[in-house]
């Protein structure tokens, strides 16, 4: 399973950018793309871009949670959250809103979904996690505590919005592997921080770890291939 996310930064500068986004999954060939900062502005399209992009790349299946209304610098308002892009069946999806504290200035959700890969289920979860270290840390542990209480170990992926997120190892230790473990990489170049991610689970295998140019977003995309462990 190969899987691609990328924090799509709105709709800013999109008609340079989308062309460019096109290029790059086609040559990446993901199986399934994770969305963040999925925005709908209808002053500037009456779509999302995932949908613009689910049409130029010629996905069949298109999932989007666009839940939370913000503030915005340039319009009064905008709804924004996450989405994803599929080859395969998504017999299941699900957004979550998680636990707010006082000071975040963001209610943050998550979107689960399950695929189907040849009738084995992969199941996933999407993440945009709060832009202070310690509201997404608070954020990580809620999924964790979520997933163990649901009995379920999904493959998370999106932007954590942490800084070296493998320093605080202590989280997942005994869970998963997280993919800058393996690999010392950079997703956001402009402020010199790595924020995406792939936290997997130990019943699957990270075979590889690859990162985008920097012309995308103001994040690279990050794509991992995986498999089940044997």
Do not use: C, K
């Not at 190969?2 to 460019?20: C, H, K, V």
């Not at 999954?25 to 963040?36: G, H, K, R, Y």
């Not at 995932?50 to 130029?56: C, I, T």
């Not at 649901?150 to 493959?155: L, P, S």
């Amino acid at each position: 399973m190969r899987i691609t996310s990328l924090n799509l930064q709105g709709f800013a500068d999109w008609e340079a950018r989308m062309p460019r986004v096109v290029a790059y999954l086609q040559q990446a060939a993901p199986d399934v793309i994770l969305f963040q900062e999925v925005v709908w502005l209808p002053e500037i399209s009456p779509v999302t871009q995932v949908d613009l992009l689910g049409r130029a790349l010629g996905f069949p299946y298109r999932h989007e949670s666009v839940t939370r209304l913000q503030r915005g610098r340039v319009v009064e308002d905008y709804r924004e959250g996450l989405g994803l892009l599929s080859r395969h069946p998504v017999p299941a999806t699900e957004a979550l809103v998680l636990h707010h504290e006082q000071g975040d200035p963001h209610q943050r959700i998550v979107q689960l979904a399950d695929v189907d890969v040849g009738g084995a289920i992969w199941p996933l979860m999407n993440v945009h996690l709060s832009v202070r270290d310690d509201f997404a840390l608070h954020n990580l542990e809620e999924v964790l505590r979520m997933q163990e209480s649901r009995g379920e170990r999904r493959i998370l992926g999106g932007d954590f919005n942490v800084d070296h997120l493998e320093r605080h190892a202590e989280l997942w230790r005994g869970w998963g592997r997280l993919t800058s473990e393996g690999r010392d990489y950079m997703s956001r170049p402009l402020s010199h921080e790595n924020d995406d991610y792939f936290l997997v689970p130990d019943r699957y295998a990270i075979e590889s770890v690859r990162i985008s140019g920097d012309d995308l977003s103001d994040h690279r995309a990050l794509t991992v291939d995986l498999r089940p462990a044997s």
